[in-house]
């Protein structure tokens, strides 16, 4: 089973900054895809950050040049540096990955429990 441990919500004030981790942990034969998504209050989630599949790294425009997504490969990890935050970027942040677990099956979503963050103004 795989796991994903998020770290490093909290509360800051507007133009402060904030960093996530997201560790992946048990049986990995292949991490896919990995990043992090969000849900502000009364919002659908959306993507923030994340790699992709094909080696590419999606941004939310929202967040282009103020969010940077970093990985450490050999620690399945990735982190999200979140500069100069603002009160809407105010949400629950959930990691995600697509992961395969054995080299014969098709990868798998999973996902983290979430960690607040909030952006006073």
């Known amino acids: 089973q795989v796991q994903l441990a998020e770290s490093g919500g909290g509360l800051v004030r507007a133009g402060g900054s904030l960093r996530l981790s997201c560790a992946a942990s048990?049986?990995?034969?292949?991490?896919?895809?990995m990043g992090w998504y969000r849900r502000a209050p009364g919002k659908q989630r959306e993507l923030v950050a994340a790699?992709?599949?094909?080696?590419?790294?999606n941004y939310a425009e929202s967040v282009k040049g103020r969010f940077t997504l970093s990985r450490d490969n050999a620690k399945n990890t990735v982190y999200l540096q979140m500069d100069s935050l603002k009160p809407e970027d105010t949400a629950v942040y959930y990691c995600?990955?697509?992961?395969?677990?054995?080299?014969?099956?098709?990868?798998?979503?999973?996902w983290g429990k979430g960690t607040l963050v909030t952006v006073s103004a």
């Open positions: 048990g049986r990995i034969f292949r991490i896919n895809a």
């Open positions: 995600h990955s697509l992961i395969t677990e054995d080299w014969r099956f098709s990868g798998k979503d999973y």
């Open positions: 790699f992709t599949s094909g080696g590419s790294t």
